[in-house]
């Protein structure tokens, strides 16, 4: 005998605190096994380098190309592409234009049929002597649903294609902003968890993260 499709949930509603322990208990564990990962190191070492040679590293170490403004990213943006190029990041670009012609597909597609099963739906409803195939072959009120699944269809792929627009104007906004990050070996940070099993009265048990940063 064959057990119902949603006979598998219906332990989780049942138990719905028990699994909400668990997931957090999980949660817990994964996070600590990450802080004692990150701990056995720190993020950005300094290095024991002589003065005399830290010019010479920091020379070799400069970015290749300067900051970026994130203003006129922004606006370099608005033409679809441009902004990437002016954060020398050429590889985004081929993506930028896929994701467009991808929704672009869609929309035309979407936009046609919806036009056809439009006037075959009309013409259905308004002339008794229709000679529409569509009106034809389907009912009016087939054509209906499927006039109204094609419009459907057709507003997510416009506002999808919104999306995708306003998405690789932050990109590149972002990107800018990242090009004025400070990525010195003069930087560190220490991470180490930090573990009190027994409490006292002043004192009591508690878990949680040391944070140490060098300047």
């Known amino acids: 005998?064959?057990?119902?499709?949603?006979?598998?949930?219906?332990?989780?509603?049942?138990?719905?605190?028990?699994?909400?322990?668990?997931?957090?208990?999980?949660?817990?564990?994964?996070g600590w096994a990450f802080l004692f990962l990150m701990a056995s190191g720190p993020l950005c070492g300094q290095n024991n380098i002589p003065s005399g040679q830290k010019n010479v590293k920091e020379k070799k170490t400069r970015p290749k190309h300067p900051p970026r403004d994130p203003k006129k990213a922004s606006l370099m943006a608005l033409m679809p592409g441009l902004g990437q190029i002016y954060n020398h990041k050429f590889w985004k670009v081929p993506i930028v234009y896929t994701g467009f012609g991808v929704i672009g597909y869609f929309a035309v597609t979407n936009t046609q049929q919806y036009r056809l099963y439009k006037a075959a739906y009309n013409c259905k409803t308004n002339n008794p002597q229709c000679d529409d195939p569509l009106a034809e072959k389907y009912s009016k009120e087939t054509l209906q649903y499927i006039r109204d699944y094609y419009r459907r269809n057709m507003q997510l792929s416009y506002i999808v294609g919104?999306?995708?627009?306003?998405?690789?104007?932050?990109?590149?906004?972002?990107?800018?902003?990242l090009s004025h990050w400070n990525i010195s070996d003069n930087l560190s940070l220490d991470v180490s968890p930090v573990f009190q099993p027994v409490g006292t009265f002043r004192h009591p048990a508690y878990q949680g993260v040391h944070l140490r940063f060098s300047f």
């Open 162 to 177: 919104g999306a995708w627009y306003l998405l690789q104007i932050i990109d590149a906004n972002v990107d800018a902003h």
């Open 1 to 30: 005998m064959t057990r119902p499709w949603n006979a598998w949930f219906l332990p989780l509603r049942k138990n719905k605190l028990v699994n909400v322990h668990q997931f957090r208990l999980v949660l817990f564990s994964v």
